[in-house]
C-alpha cells in the first residue's frame, strides 16, 4: 500500500496548501513541503529494496475483467524518476516561495504543483497501461493549470492551450498504441508487456503500435517536429519551467521509451523512427538554441536538444547507449533546473531575460554568476562536469552507428549536436554576466535571497560532484536503472571521468573549442540566421489550426442545421438501411419456441396500446391530447409487465410514467397549446415511411429472436446466486444493488446530472433574451378561476401520509418483495408533487424547505461510501455484507449494507425529481406574474364567513 500512497498522496495534498495560505505564504509553502517531503521518505524507505534487486508490487483489482487493475511497481527506474520528481519538487517549492510575488495566489500555484507532482508519479509508478494513460493524461491536464497560471497574460493562455493540444493530441495516440499493445500482449499490466517482447515484435500489429505510441512519446518529449510548444510554454513561471520543462513533464515520454525498450527496442523500425527523430532534433534545436535571445527561450531549446539526446541513445537499441541515456537523464536534471531557477534569479533581480539588455553582472550578482558557470559547464559538456561524461558516452556510441552504409553520418551529426550545445551555453554565461554592461538595467540588480540560490546552488554541486566521482555517487543505481530498462542486458558500466585518449574525446574536444568559435562569431551569424526565409513553428501550428478549425466549422454546420426532425431522419434511415443491408446478407433460420397463447384481455391491452400509438401520430400538434395518450401508452406497457411476470418493471414504469407526466404538464403548461404546422406533406410522407420501416423492422427482429433458442441466459446465476450471495429474494433488485451496483451507482449520477442540467438552463431563464421573451408571454387559453382547488388540496392531504408509508414500505421490503430505493424515491416524489400542485409551491417549500442540491450530493455520496466500505474491508467496489439478526417478538430481520446503497438511490431520486420541479415551478409564477400564495387553498379559512341577505345578495 506504501506505493499506492506515494502516487495518491500529493493528490489528496492538494487541499493542504490550498487551506494553509490562510495561515500565510510560510505555512502554505510547509504544508506543501510536507506533502513531498513524506512521499519521499516513502520512497526512500524502499529504495534499499530496490536497488538490491528487487522489484516491490502492489496490486488492486479493479475491473479485472477489462483489464484495468490498479497496480503499482517498483524497479530502479521508476525509483529513479520519482527520486527525481520529489527530489527536484521540494527544491523548486523552496524556490517558488521566494520567487512569486506577494500578489500572485501561492495557494492555487501549489495546489496545481501538487496536482501535477501526483500526475508523474502514478506515470512512473504504474503496473498497468490503462492506469498510466489515466495519469498520463492527468499530467496534460495539471500542466496546462500550470502554464497558464499567469492568466492575466495573453502569451500565458496560449501556451498553456499550444501545450494540451499538443500533448493532448499525443495522448489520444498513446492511447491507441498501448491498447493495441495490450492486446497483443494478452494484458494490460506492463510486468506482462515488458516480458512479451518477442511476441509483440513478431506481431503484424507492432509497427502500428509502435507508431502511435511514439507519437505520444514525441509530442509529450518535444520531439520534433512537435517541438514548437515547450518554448511557448515558458511564459508559465520560471519554477514551473524548472519543474516540468527540465526534470518531470517533459521526460515523460522520454521515461515511456525506457520503460517500453524491452518490449519494443531492438527493430529496424525502432532504430530509424526513434533514434532519427531524436538525432534530427538534437541538432536542430541546438542551433535554434544558439540564436535565442530570451534566457528561457535559449534553455527551452536546449532541453528540446538535450531530449533528442535521450531519445536519440535510447532508439539506438543498444544496451550501452540506454546506459548513457539514464547516466544523461540525471545530468540534465541536474544542470537544466539549475539554470532555469538562475534565469529565474536574473529576470527577478534584474527585471529583465533578454541577454540583449544584460551583461556584467559577475560583479553585481557573484553568486549566481558562480552557479550559473558551474551549471552551464555542465550543459556545455566541459570536463570536469558530470555532462562531460555523458556527453562521451554519448559520441562513443555514436561512432559505432552507421546507417546508409555512412560511417561517419551519424558521429557528426552527434558532434555536431554537442559543439551548438556548447555555443549556446558559453553565450548563456558570457552574455549575462561577462559581457558589456548595459547603461541600465531595469531593476538595479543584487544576488537574490537564499530562498532562491540555495536550490539552484544544491544541483550545481551536483553537477559537480558526479563529475568528479560519477561512480561513487550514480553508478549503483545508473547500472541498475540500465539493467531495468535494458531488461537485464545491460553491463555493469564503471563510470568516469577519464577513458584515455580516444575518438569520442576528440570529437569532444572538437566540439568544445567549435562552440567558442562559433560565439566569437555569433554576430554574423545572428545576422544570417535572421534573414534566413525559415519558417516559424508557432506561424505553421497556427496555420493548421485555423485550417482545421474552418473545415471543422464547415462540417458542423453542414451537419448541425437545428433540425431535430433531419437528425431523426438520419439517424433512423441508417439504422433502416443497416438493418435492411443485415437482413438480406444472411440466412434466416425459423425460430423453434412456440408463441405463448393470447386472451382477449391481451388482445384488447395490444389494440389500446396500437390505438394510442396511432392516436400520439394524429393529434401529435395538440400538445395536451397527446400528452394523454402517452400516459396511456405507459399504462399498458406497465400492464405489460405485470402480465408477464416482472412487477419491479411495472412499478418502476407506473412511477416513472406519473412523474415524467407531471413534470412535462407543467413544462408544457407556458407553450402554445397546439403544435404549428412545420413539415410539408412530402416530409410527412418520408417520416411516415421511415418510422413504418422501423418499427416493422424492431418488430420482425423482436419476434425473430424470441422465438429461437439461445445461449444459457445469465439469469440462470443471478437467480441461483440472489439469497446466497446478495442476502435477497428480490433478484430484480439485488441485481440492481449487488450485482450490478456500480451501473445503477452511474445511473442516479446521471439522474443527479439531468437535474443540474435543468437547474441550468432554468436558472437564467429570466435573464436576457428568455427573460423578456417571459416577460411578453400571455396565455393563449383562458386560466381557471381556482388556482388551488379545495377538493385537490384536501385529497392531497390525505394522501401524503398515506403515499409516505407506501414509499417507506415499498424502500423496507424492495430486498426481498417487489420495490426498492428507486421506486420508493419515485411513490414520495409522486406525493411531494402532489402537494407542491395542489397549494402550490411557495405554500410547501416553506412548510418543507429541502436543499434539492444537498439531496443529490447526500443520496451519490451515501451510494459512493457503501462501495468505499466494501474496498476499505477487502472486497470490490459495492460488494454487500449481509446478516439475518433475530428481533424478539419481530423475528429474524435481514441487515444489508445495500439498504445504505438504497436510500442513497431514494435520496437522489426524490432530490432530482424536486429540483426540476422548483425550477420549472419559479419560470411558471414569473410567466404567470402572480405573487406567491402562502393559502393552502382559494378559500382563506381564517377570513370569517360573509352573511348573505335573504336575497342572496351581499350586504
Known sequence: MTLAWIALLP??????????????????????LAVSGTSLVMLLQLAP???????????????????????????????????????IGILVIVYARFYLAKTDPMGRFFAFLLLFQGAMLGIVLSDNVLLLLIFWELTSLSSFLLIGYWGHLPEGRQGARMALA??????????AGLLILGNIAGSYDLSVILASGAAIQASPLYLPALLLILGGCFTKSAQFPFHFWLPHAMAAPTPVSAYLHSATMVKAGVFLLARLWPALAGTEAWFFLVGGVGLVTMVFA?????????????????????LGMLTFLFGLGTPAAAVAGVFHIINHACFKAALFMNAGIVDHEAGTRDIRKLGGLVTLMPIAATLAVFAAAGMAGLPPMNGFISKEMMLEEATHTAVFGLPWLVPALAAAGALFSAAYAYRYVIGV???????????????????MWAPSALLTALVVAIGLFPHAIAGDLVNAVAGAVTGGAAKEKHLALWHGFNLPL???????????????????LDRLWQASPLPQAKTVFDGLVEVTVRGARRASDGLHTGSLQRYLAVILASAVALGLAGYFSAEHVAGARPPLPANGVTLAAWALLVAAAASVVVWHRHRYISLIFISVIGLIISLGFVYLSAPDLALTQISVEVVTILLMLLALNLMPKRTPVESSAPRRIRDGVLATLGGVGMGLATWVLLRREGPPSISDYHWENSYSGGGGTNVVNVILVDFRGFDTFGEIIVLGI???????????????????????????????????????????????????TVGLYIFLRGHNEPGGGFIAGLVVSIALLMQYMASGYAWSNRRLPADHHGLIGFGVTAAAATGLAAMVLGAPFLTSAYEYVPIPLIGEVGLSSALVFDIGVAFTVVGAVMLALHHLSSVAQRAEKLPPSDLAMDVDPSRPAVPIDHAGDRP
Open 433 to 451: 554576466y561577462f559581457g558589456r554592461k548595459p547603461e541600465s538595467f531595469p531593476y538595479k540588480p543584487h544576488d537574490a535571497p537564499v530562498g
Open 754 to 804: 439531468a437535474a443540474l442540467t435543468i437547474f441550468a438552463l432554468l436558472e437564467t431563464a429570466d435573464r436576457g433574451s428568455a427573460g423578456q421573451r417571459l416577460a411578453r408571454w400571455e396565455p393563449d387559453q383562458r386560466r381557471s378561476p381556482e388556482r388551488h382547488p379545495m377538493m385537490l388540496v384536501v385529497a392531497t392531504r390525505l394522501l401524503l401520509p398515506l403515499a409516505s
Open 11 to 32: 493528490f489528496l495534498g492538494a487541499l493542504a496548501p490550498a487551506l494553509a495560505i490562510r495561515a500565510g505564504r510560510n505555512a502554505c509553502a510547509l504544508a506543501t
Open 286 to 306: 541546438a542551433v535554434v538554441a544558439l540564436f535565442k535571445d530570451d534566457l528561457k527561450g535559449l534553455l527551452a531549446y536546449s532541453t528540446v536538444s538535450h
Open 49 to 87: 529494496r530496490v536497488l538490491a534487486g528487487e522489484v516491490v508490487h502492489w496490486r488492486l483489482e479493479w475491473f479485472p475483467g477489462l483489464g484495468l487493475n490498479a497496480n503499482f511497481f517498483l524497479d530502479p527506474l521508476g525509483l529513479m524518476f520519482a527520486g527525481m520528481i520529489l527530489g
Open 506 to 524: 576528440a570529437l569532444s574536444a572538437a566540439a568544445i573549442v567549435g562552440g567558442a568559435v562559433l560565439l566569437a562569431h555569433h554576430g554574423g
Open 166 to 175: 499538443v500533448t493532448g493530441t499525443g495522448g489520444l495516440s498513446l492511447i
